[in-house]
C-alpha cells in the first residue's frame, strides 16, 4: 500500500483552464511538498506546507491536515505548466529528509 | 548561488559492473539525499547524509551505498548492477536535515545492459 496517493494520474487541459491535482496520504505528517518536474528530469520544489494555503503566482496549495488532504492548483492554466507533479509527504515518524513520495500527475496544457 | 550538480550526467553500464555517480550541493547545504526513479515505482528515497554521517537509508539492498565528504559533496555506488538499476538518479540538497525545502540536481541517467 502506498502511504501517498495522488490523483489524478494523467490531465490534459486546454490553456486558460483551472487545474487542480489532489493528494491524499495515510500517514502522521510534519511536513507535504509539492515538486514539479519537466521533461528531461529536472525537479524544481513548488511548496512546503505543514497548515493552510499558500500561493505562489498562478499556483495555490492548500492542505487539510484533519484529512489529510492537499490540494495543488493552477489558475488560467499554460502550455509551459506542462509537467509532472508530484506531492511528498515527511512522516512524524521519520527523521531527518526521509520522504514518501506520490506516483505523479502528469499534466499537458494543450495551447 | 551555483545548484546542485550531478555527474555524470549519462551512464552505461553493463550488469555485475560497479558505478559511482557524484552530487555537489550548495554552497552552504549541509544535507545530501539520493533518489531513484523508475517509471514504474516512481521516486524513492535511497539516503540521506548529514555532516559526513548517514542519518537515513531507504530499502533498498546493501549494494546502494553512499557517502559524504568534509565539504558536503556526496558519492553514490552501486555494486554488481542488475538490469533493474537503470533508473534515474536524482540528489537533492538542504541546508539542514528537518524536512525543509530541498533543491534537486539534474540527474544521473543510468543503463544497465
Known amino acids: 500500500k502506498n502511504e501517498v496517493e495522488q490523483s489524478p494520474q494523467n490531465l490534459t487541459a486546454q490553456e486558460g483552464e483551472f487545474i487542480t491535482i489532489n493528494c491524499s496520504y495515510s500517514?502522521?505528517?510534519?511536513?507535504l511538498h509539492w515538486l514539479q518536474q519537466h521533461p528531461g528530469g529536472g525537479i524544481v520544489s513548488l511548496f512546503m506546507l505543514s497548515s493552510g494555503k499558500k500561493k505562489h503566482g498562478r499556483l495555490i496549495a492548500t492542505i487539510n491536515i484533519q484529512e489529510k488532504h492537499s490540494s495543488l492548483h493552477i489558475t488560467a492554466s499554460h502550455p509551459r505548466d506542462s509537467a509532472v507533479y508530484i506531492c511528498a509527504v515527511r512522516p512524524f515518524s521519520n527523521t531527518g529528509n526521509q520522504f514518501y513520495f506520490g506516483t505523479g500527475t502528469s499534466l499537458t496544457v494543450i495551447p | 548561488k551555483a545548484g546542485v550538480t550531478q555527474t555524470p550526467r549519462y551512464l552505461i553500464k553493463t550488469r555485475g559492473q560497479q558505478v559511482t555517480l557524484s552530487c555537489s550541493p550548495i554552497?552552504?547545504?549541509?544535507?545530501v539525499s539520493w533518489y531513484q526513479q523508475t517509471p514504474g515505482q516512481g521516486l524513492q528515497f535511497l539516503f540521506e547524509y548529514f555532516s559526513e554521517t548517514q542519518r537515513n537509508k531507504g530499502n533498498f539492498p546493501g549494494r546502494f551505498s553512499g557517502r559524504q565528504f568534509s565539504n558536503s559533496r556526496s558519492e553514490m555506488n552501486v555494486s554488481t548492477l542488475e538490469l533493474g538499476d537503470s533508473a534515474l538518479y536524482l540528489c537533492?540538497?538542504?541546508?539542514?536535515?528537518?524536512?525543509?525545502?530541498?533543491?534537486f540536481g539534474p540527474g544521473t541517467r543510468l543503463l544497465v545492459l
Open positions: 554552497s552552504g547545504h549541509r544535507s
Open positions: 537533492a540538497s538542504s541546508l539542514w536535515t528537518s524536512g525543509e525545502t530541498q533543491y
Open positions: 500517514v502522521g505528517i510534519s511536513a
